[in-house]
Structure formats: C-alpha cells, structure tokens
C-alpha cells in the first residue's frame, strides 16, 4: 500500500512563494504519474500539475501555468510544487495524487491520496 504524505502548506501574502512536497512510500514510486489537486472552500476538488513517470512531460491548470512547477526526485520519493506569485484565489487545501498510468486532469485515474495540506493566501 502506497501512502503520500504532503508537507509545506501554510500562511503566506499575496505575490509570495510556497514549495509543497509530496513524500511517497513503497518502492514502486518511479513506475507512476503523481499529481497536484486542489480544494477551494465551498469549490469542488481540481486540477493543479501532474508529472509523468520520468518527469519529462508535465500538466498545468490555465489559472497556475507560469507560476507553479511540479518535479519529482524518484530517487527520494518525492513530487513537490513551488508555488510563486501567488494569489487570494489559490487559497486551497492542496491534495498529492499518485498511481495513475500516465499525467493527467481526472481525479479518478489516481489510486493514491495523500491528506492534504492547507495553502492560505492573504491579501
């Protein structure tokens, strides 16, 4: 069984940076895509950035591309997502997915999920 675990969430103003990080058990880390998802209050969950398995291809949401990056180190089981110039609206618990065959947008092609971790931005 894989577990996630994210970490890095927190309070920060608006235009500054947060870097989440993902850690995953198990030793099958490199064989999946991992993704970022996201829950706003009162907003259904969606989609941030996924990965593949090599980190070679990468997926962003419209509202974050050119201010979110997603990497991977397989050798320390790990996805993580610096988040810079950020926004009143990226406020969210952020959610770590992982176990889907290939990067994409649908929640329901992850089979991991991790807690997730409240990202608050003041304005």
């Known amino acids: 069984q894989v577990q996630l675990v994210e970490s890095g969430g927190g309070l920060v103003q608006a235009g500054g940076s947060l870097r989440l990080s993902c850690a995953a058990s198990g030793r099958t880390f490199s064989s999946y895509a991992m993704g970022w998802f996201r829950q706003g209050p009162g907003k259904e969950r969606e989609f941030v950035a996924a990965i593949s398995r090599s980190g070679a291809i990468t997926y962003y949401a419209d509202s974050v591309k050119g201010r979110f990056t997603i990497s991977r180190e397989n050798a320390k089981n790990t996805v993580n997502l610096q988040m810079n110039s950020l926004k009143p609206e990226d406020t969210a618990v952020y959610y770590c997915?992982?176990?889907?065959?290939?990067?994409?947008?649908?929640?329901?092609?992850?089979?991991?999920w991790g807690q997730g971790t409240q990202v608050t931005v003041s304005s």
């Open positions: 997915a992982g176990g889907a065959s290939f990067p994409t947008v649908e929640a329901g092609a992850y089979a991991y």
